[in-house]
């Protein structure tokens, strides 16, 4: 609740908001939800790239641990950072 606050009031907060994401992730790290939060902070805070790796980590331990796929939602997630950084990369673009 306090990460999604964070997120909500942007600015200064997104700072806060990556710390307790990043707790939430060190505490469960098979919970896609932590993972989810931590890639929102961290792309609103324009390092999408390391979004896009804390993807990787949460695609990884639940593969290895559990055998499976992320879920929907940071699927989804994932995708869209994957866009974001597509258009930015391209040349002419704004």
Request: charged residues 25%; aromatic residues 4%; hydrophobic residues 40%.
């Amino acid at each position: 609740t306090y990460v999604a606050a964070c997120l909500g009031l942007g600015g200064t907060e997104l700072g806060g908001a990556e710390r307790a994401a990043r707790r939430l992730v060190e505490h469960n790290p098979l919970r896609e939800t932590g993972y989810h939060l931590l890639m929102r902070a961290l792309a609103e805070r324009g390092q999408v790239p390391e979004a896009l790796g804390v993807y990787e980590r949460a695609r990884t331990a639940l593969r290895e641990e559990l055998g499976i796929p992320p879920g929907a939602a940071i699927a989804a997630l994932h995708m869209q950072l994957l866009e974001r950084r597509e258009v930015s990369a391209t040349p002419g673009q704004p």
